[in-house]
């Protein structure tokens, strides 16, 4: 245990709440080592140094000698008083000085510092405390391995420590209300200390939905403390940036409108200021969250339009440097919808065509509905984000909102809104299917005099009702074209054009090259991370069924399986698409001897089919699935037992002319274990020969004719 040389160790009635919250895990990074070191201790006010100091003097066993250094003291003097009288009572062992509120310390006593501590015994300390940087070589100092550091982050206090400060002071918070004082406070000690007095008053707990930088109790402290004596440059452009959550120094130029804001950003970091810097490098900072919202107040009572036109600033400048979320947010901050719309426009596309439907849907809940529909990118965003998500009546509502929005603008500077609107109508297809085919043609033609961005996903709309229509090879050229002007920044729709082109081959005999197209979706959806978007359940629908013709039973069944729990995600926006992974999920079903899950998928496909009467294709098959549907039950009724699995994949190759051995070694079993599936398939379908099986088989729709 130390004894403290001098009294003069700062007001202890001014930091008594925080002199009682234990920091001992703290004090060990001021532990003695085996040379004479410097500490630092530099915080803003407010971060409890001279309490956490006073804790560690009392505890560390070296003798301590302690100088507050006074506005206008002759430091030198002071440092040396102290130093003779910790001489006479310490011998030759070592020491520690204590210089609080160094920042005080002039520029040119800082040399009295170094030859005060060059003059100490082996394993002495000298401590400065200071609310800035002092006028130390801190960079040569901690080369040498001569410094020890606490800085704010480590002064700021646990929710812990957080709660025994606040106990102590008369409040108790439930660990919900604790979270959000401390998210609030960021654990700056005077901060919880302010909440305490806040919350401890006439409000009581409920004070605490109100508690922030503009309660007058913290404000009055937040003035005094920091921004009184600051240079009314620096003031105005703390205030004019309050509106940002980060700041920079090209971001505060363009936002405060001035020049150099970034050398004035990392002076103020470096000063009394609540101001951290996010980087090693101090390009980007982050002021303290209830300074800001003081600073956000002031702004506020300098006139609406001076804080509307910092957020409509901080928007153009987020948009230019591609920051879409941040862009938005700032718009609709400021209260346009114009602005904010045409910024989330032009990121529509590439957000739903890379699987960000979900994000798009986030943003577009910073709007209200009038809002939205009185902005045609807004509308159209709220129509895009719903494909697939929501009910059809939705998509046609917000389609037609954008319509409107649109006329109404008279802006014909927007071809890319009214390609998606087209686009829209095409998914939608609520004329027919041909219809569609006109709709998505149109829209590729109006997205043409803009940046395309809609062109693979019109390919695609227009590949999928020709499909439908009874075209496939008009079908097969607009679907490669999807693909590859869908390459780069498009993978939804190169999923989905794949899906297409694998259900169009495997339905032809083309059954090689519907697996390629059906593998490649299935890669698209895995490797862009849209297995959980509902869209992809026709990849893996069409990835299902291309297994099961392979004879790949277990593979298949988990694709099925995928494909419908998305297909749950689709809400009837899209009754044609909709209706199409039904009849694939059915066959495949069929393939995987599940005659009642196929005929479930089937009467879903015919309600789904009333919407697209023309949709030719999908009606033929769903005919002829349930004629394999009815024969597969006739096969049931005259005693064929349902085949496992192992069976199923056995059966499949009794076509071939492989024998069983090879039959055994292409499944990677013995030529028993075949044998042994093989009779047991013999005995289900009512058979006792191969030949006789592959006829029965066949007839019930289990293999190929």
């Given at each position: 245990m130390s004894s403290v040389l001098a009294h003069d160790v700062g007001d202890p009635a001014r930091e008594e709440v925080l002199d009682t919250v234990p920091r001992r895990d703290l004090a060990q990074r001021l532990a003695e080592t085996s040379r004479t070191v410097i500490g630092l201790v530099v915080a803003p006010s407010g971060y409890g140094k001279t309490a956490f100091l006073r804790q560690w003097a009392r505890s560390d066993p070296r003798p301590v000698a302690w100088v507050t250094v006074r506005p206008g003291q002759d430091a030198p003097d002071a440092i040396a008083g102290r130093l003779a009288d910790l001489?006479?009572?310490?011998?030759?062992?070592?020491?520690?000085?204590?210089?609080?509120?160094?920042?005080?310390?002039?520029?040119?006593?800082?040399?009295?510092?170094?030859?005060?501590?060059?003059?100490?015994?082996?394993g002495s300390l000298v401590v400065l405390a200071s609310t800035c940087e002092p006028p130390l070589p801190v960079g040569r100092l901690r080369l040498e391995g001569r410094l020890r550091e606490v800085r704010a982050r480590d002064l700021a206090m646990t929710p812990v420590e957080g709660r025994q400060l606040l106990q102590r002071a008369g409040v108790l918070l439930d660990s919900d209300q604790l979270a959000t004082v401390m998210r609030i406070t960021e654990g700056w000690p005077a901060g919880l200390s302010l909440a305490a007095l806040a919350l401890g008053g006439d409000g009581g707990i409920d004070?605490?939905?109100?508690?922030?930088?503009?309660?007058?109790?913290?404000?009055?402290?937040?003035?005094?403390?920091?921004?009184?004596?600051?240079?009314?440059?620096?003031?105005?452009?703390?205030?004019?940036?309050?509106?940002?959550?980060?700041?920079?120094?090209?971001?505060?130029?363009?936002?405060?409108?001035?020049?150099?804001?970034?050398?004035?950003?990392?002076?103020?970091?470096?000063?009394?200021?609540?101001?951290?810097?996010?980087?090693?490098?101090?390009?980007?900072?982050?002021?303290?969250?209830?300074?800001?919202?003081?600073?956000?107040?002031?702004?506020?009572?300098?006139?609406?339009d001076l804080e509307r036109a910092a957020l409509r600033r901080a928007a153009a400048w987020f948009d230019a440097d591609g920051d879409r979320d941040r862009a938005v947010r700032h718009a609709a901050a400021a209260g346009d919808a114009g602005l904010a719309g045409r910024l989330l426009w032009g990121a529509a596309a590439s957000c739903f065509l890379q699987g960000d439907a979900a994000g798009l849907e986030r943003e577009l809940q910073r709007f209200t509905s009038a809002q939205a529909a009185a902005v045609p990118g807004l509308a159209a965003c709220k129509a895009v984000a719903g494909l697939g998500?929501?009910?059809?009546?939705?998509?046609?509502?917000?389609?037609?909102?954008?319509?409107l929005a649109l006329r109404r603008s008279g802006d014909e500077r927007s071809p890319d809104v009214a390609a998606c609107i087209a686009l829209l109508r095409a998914a939608i297809a609520r004329d027919g299917v041909a219809q569609m085919g006109a709709d998505a043609r149109r829209a590729y033609e109006l997205d043409g005099a803009g940046q395309r961005t809609w062109r693979p996903l019109a390919c695609f709309l227009d590949g999928a009702a020709r499909h439908l229509t009874a075209d496939p090879g008009g079908a097969r050229e607009q679907?490669?074209?999807?693909?590859?002007?869908?390459?780069?920044?498009?993978?939804?729709?190169?999923?989905?054009?794949?899906?297409?082109?694998?259900?169009?081959?495997?339905?032809?005999?083309?059954?090689?090259?519907?697996?390629?197209?059906?593998?490649?979706?299935?890669?698209?959806?895995?490797?862009?991370?849209?297995?959980?978007?509902?869209?992809?359940?026709?990849?893996?629908?069409?990835?299902?069924?291309?297994?099961?013709?392979?004879?790949?039973?277990?593979?298949?069944?988990?694709?099925?399986?995928?494909?419908?729990?998305?297909?749950?995600?689709?809400?009837?926006?899209?009754?044609?698409?909709?209706?199409?992974?039904?009849?694939?999920?059915?066959?495949?079903?069929?393939?995987?001897?599940d005659s009642e899950a196929a005929r479930q998928l089937l009467t879903n496909a015919g309600r789904l089919v009333r919407y697209c009467s023309d949709a030719t294709v999908v009606r033929t098959a769903i005919d002829d699935g349930w004629e394999r549907a009815d024969a597969f039950a006739a096969a049931a009724v005259a005693g064929v037992s349902p085949l496992t699995a192992a069976e199923l994949r056995v059966l499949r190759m009794l076509p071939s002319h492989m024998s069983l051995?090879?039959?055994?070694?292409?499944?990677?079993?013995?030529?028993?274990?075949?044998?042994?599936?093989?009779?047991?398939?013999?005995?289900?379908?009512?058979?006792?020969?191969?030949?006789?099986?592959?006829?029965?088989?066949?007839?019930?729709?289990?293999?190929?004719p």
């Open positions: 001489d006479q009572a310490a011998g030759t062992g070592p020491l520690a000085l204590v210089l609080d509120d160094a920042q005080l310390i002039p520029a040119q006593a800082a040399e009295t510092v170094l030859l005060a501590a060059d003059r100490l015994p082996t004070a605490l939905d109100r508690f922030g930088g503009d309660d007058r109790v913290v404000a009055d402290y937040l003035r005094d403390a920091f921004l009184d004596g600051l240079p009314a440059h620096q003031l105005d452009l703390l205030v004019r940036t309050s509106v940002l959550d980060e700041l920079s120094g090209p971001l505060c130029d363009a936002v405060a409108g001035q020049r150099g804001s970034g050398c004035t950003l990392r002076e103020l970091s470096r000063s009394n200021i609540l101001l951290e810097p996010l980087d090693r490098s101090e390009q980007r900072f982050r002021l303290h969250p209830l300074l800001r919202g003081l600073l956000r107040s002031e702004l506020r009572r300098s006139g609406s998500r929501n009910e059809r009546q939705y998509v046609e509502y917000w389609t037609e909102a954008a319509e679907l490669a074209e999807g693909v590859q002007s869908g390459a780069v920044g498009a993978p939804i729709a190169v999923m989905l054009c794949r899906a297409q082109l694998a259900l169009i081959e495997l339905a032809s005999d083309g059954r090689d090259e519907g697996a390629r197209h059906a593998e490649l979706a299935h890669a698209c959806a895995e490797d862009h991370d849209l297995d959980d978007e509902p869209l992809a359940a026709l990849a893996y629908a069409a990835s299902a069924f291309a297994l099961a013709l392979q004879g790949r039973v277990d593979a298949s069944r988990r694709d099925a399986d995928r494909a419908g729990r998305l297909l749950r995600g689709l809400s009837g926006a899209l009754p044609w698409l909709e209706a199409e992974i039904h009849v694939a999920l059915a066959r495949t079903e069929l393939r995987l001897s051995r090879e039959i055994a070694e292409r499944l990677h079993v013995s030529q028993n274990t075949v044998k042994t599936q093989a009779h047991a398939a013999y005995r289900k379908l009512d058979v006792s020969s191969r030949s006789d099986a592959v006829r029965r088989a066949r007839s019930v729709g289990l293999v190929d």
